[in-house]
């Protein structure tokens, strides 16, 4: 079967189970004693190796094997859990997530050092095990089940009743027929004390990859014997044409609950019934009963029909590749943009008809873009899931105790907002821990818990997400902040002596800041923050930092729901339009001219006893125009970490909806100030101003 077709949905949700596997694993070095982790885990090893073992990625399933049977060794009280197998498990782990992300060249992942920690493991628990299996033969057979007075003979054609020689069912209700070749298979395998069994498999109704789990079967059944027969046949149970079960003829020498174990533990598995047509002298559990093909025919029908009926109901969502809903919103994007025309155009026309029409256009466009924006949105637990093994893995290289809370997972983004903030997240947090977290004796001499606490939580504000990075460390010193930079050299001493605690603290975002002077693995080269701050304004959200010396930090995200369409205050100077994203605009005024001090060569204002810088934008933009009226001036305030600037605009057009359109060209790319470009209702293209390069 062509397996390259599911790689893509194997690598999905392989990400899930290993990040399954992270958190039982984490709440399992937390609560040795909850057996309920255990079995988490050994689930999702138990489906992760089986879908391994599908798609023929063997190194997978090896690890994911090994791992299954420590889980269940600790589960039967085999071996005693300990810090160590905890750390093996979680390398383990680590290695598997290599192994997924290089899966069209997985020698490039050495996996031999991981091997042999988990052999050492499994060979200290001296767990051996031996199946001996006795010689048996056909008439052994016979012999056994001579108590029902039913004799069972394998002929030419199929397994029939040997007294009343007609066709035959065998408990699983399904007629077996054999080629010569199989028959002869079968009688070399009793005589060399084989098991012979029937196996009726019954799949999960929600199973959508039928084939990718027969083929599953049929693997493992092959890797512990022989597959003699299947029903359908292999082909057909490649194409899928079969209903939610079938049945598998298999020669091994296992015992039965052995293969009745690996069967029920392959994912998406819902029950296997195993019938033993050679059992070794004890009392078989088989029986006979004559075939009544047209009742069949009609039971079967009706499970059929049944079953696709529950299937229908339990379908209820389904995986979308992210590049389809992008092709989505972009022409619910061009939708707005021709219902802004249409309502331009017949702005001049007297007609009720039309504005009635317009009017459910209107509500139609309206309905369809939430629609589709709504399907962008995925709970924010998609990223905060990451960080729980993260900070453990941090915390004990840095030798600390550190309780992470997390709050708010529930909270929803849009996709690509939230495949953004991942790395800056990560800045956050390890800044927090290696510069914010005391080590636990400074803790306990400070007065403090031993145990540091970390919070990230995530809130919704209007049409934005709040997100906290919080610690209750030792907080920023604006004076150690002020003597790094100017020992760095990012400012002047006669510069950093103007600054204010608050204003100081902001140094932390200049690219190649840091306090440390020894570069380790967390910290000390003087990227991260001004990483995080670079993206997050990007994003059309904004950055900002509390702190107080001696109680900790806390480090908040403004971000935008989406970044596809938003709302945007439209403005005119120089005679161009332009969009300031709503999210960075404080309010607008009318001043005069005459109010205009200046300070040092800067022009301010003082507005509502706030000492407001003002910026002409169309000096700013370099393309001065004279301004008619001027007296009386408009200023547009918008922020930007917490600081505001005043915009000096010729005009203010109003509030619209835009959709954003990324400047791909290499060119513009590279120009810093704006967002991005709409396009407006009369076809002309607008920039979008983006006030976190542009100030």
Not at 276 to 301: C, R, Y
Not at 412 to 430: F, K, M, N, Q, S
């Amino acid at each position: 079967m062509e397996m390259s077709e599911y790689k893509e949905l194997f690598k999905v949700e392989s990400e899930e189970h290993l990040q399954q596997l992270n958190e039982s694993l984490l709440g399992l070095e937390q609560n040795p004693d909850d057996m309920e982790y255990i079995n988490n885990m050994f689930r999702s090893a138990h489906t992760l190796k089986g879908m391994s073992a599908t798609m023929g990625f063997n190194t997978i399933a090896e690890l994911t094997h090994e791992m299954e049977n420590i889980m269940d060794m600790i589960r039967k009280s085999q071996i005693t859990l300990t810090e160590k197998i905890i750390e093996i498990q979680f390398e383990c782990l680590d290695t598997l997530e290599l192994l997924v992300e290089n899966i069209d060249n997985p020698e490039a992942v050495d996996v031999s050092a991981i091997k042999t920690k988990l052999h050492d493991i499994l060979n200290s628990a001296s767990c051996v095990q031996e199946n001996t299996v006795p010689s048996t033969s056909v008439s052994k057979l016979n012999e056994c089940i001579n108590e029902k007075n039913i004799n069972v003979e394998i002929t030419p054609g199929r397994i029939t009743n040997a007294t009343t020689a007609v066709p035959c069912k065998i408990a699983i209700n399904t007629e077996t027929e054999f080629t010569q070749k199989e028959l002869e298979e079968l009688q070399n395998a009793t005589e060399n004390g084989q098991n012979i069994y029937i196996l009726k498999i019954f799949l999960d109704e929600s199973c959508v990859l039928k084939a990718a789990r027969s083929s599953m079967v049929l693997m493992n059944l092959n890797k512990i014997g022989k597959v003699l027969k299947t029903k359908p046949g292999e082909k057909e149970l490649e194409e899928e044409k079969f209903d939610f079960s079938f049945t598998v003829v298999a020669v091994t020498s296992e015992c039965m609950e052995s293969v009745q174990q690996k069967m029920e533990k392959i994912s998406e598995i819902k029950k296997v019934e195993l019938i033993p047509i050679h059992p070794h002298g004890e009392k078989p559990d088989i029986f006979m009963e004559d075939v009544d093909e047209e009742k069949n025919l009609q039971s079967t029908n009706k499970n059929i029909h049944q079953k696709k009926n529950e299937y229908v109901k339990t379908g209820q969502s389904i995986r979308v590749n992210i590049e389809r809903l992008d092709n989505l919103m972009n022409l619910v994007g061009e939708l707005i943009i021709n219902k802004i025309r249409l309502n331009q155009l017949a702005s001049g026309i007297k007609s009720k008809d039309l504005e009635e029409a317009l009017s459910t256009l209107d509500r139609l466009t309206n309905e369809i873009q939430t629609e589709v924006m709504e399907s962008r949105m995925v709970p924010i637990d998609q990223i905060f899931s990451r960080f729980p093994r993260m900070v453990r893995d941090l915390a004990k290289s840095e030798g600390k105790q550190i309780n992470l809370v997390i709050e708010g997972k529930e909270i929803e983004l849009d996709r690509t907002v939230l495949d953004e903030i991942g790395d800056p997240l990560v800045h956050l947090l390890r800044n927090a821990v290696d510069h914010g977290l005391e080590s636990t004796e400074e803790r306990i001499k400070a007065g403090k818990s031993p145990e540091g606490l970390l919070r990230l939580a995530a809130s919704r504000q209007r049409n934005t997400v709040l997100i906290e990075v919080q610690d209750d460390g030792q907080g920023m010193d604006p004076a150690k902040i002020k003597d790094a930079a100017v020992r760095k050299g990012l400012i002047s001493k006669e510069e950093v002596a103007k600054l204010s605690d608050d204003e100081a603290i902001n140094l932390i975002f200049m690219p190649g800041f840091s306090t440390k002077n020894v570069i380790t693995d967390v910290s000390g080269r003087g990227v991260g923050m001004d990483v995080a701050k670079t993206k997050i304004e990007s994003l059309g959200g904004s950055i900002s930092v509390k702190s107080v010396l001696g109680k900790g930090s806390i480090v908040t995200l403004q971000l935008p729901l989406t970044i596809a369409i938003i709302q945007s205050l439209m403005i005119k100077t120089a005679g161009e339009t332009y969009a300031i994203p709503l999210n960075n605009v404080v309010r607008d005024v009318g001043i005069k001219s005459k109010d205009i001090k200046t300070i040092e060569g800067q022009e301010v204002i003082l507005l509502r006893g706030e000492v407001l810088p003002l910026i002409r934008l169309n000096k700013l933009l370099d393309c001065p125009v004279e301004v008619k009226d001027k007296e009386n001036l408009i200023v547009v305030v918008v922020e930007k970490m917490g600081n505001h600037f005043g915009f000096v605009v010729d005009e203010l057009l109003g509030q619209q909806e835009v959709i954003i359109k990324s400047l791909d060209n290499k060119v513009l790319r590279s120009v810093k100030g704006f967002a991005g470009a709409t396009i407006l209702g009369d076809g002309t293209v607008c920039l979008i101003l983006d006030i976190g390069t542009l100030i």
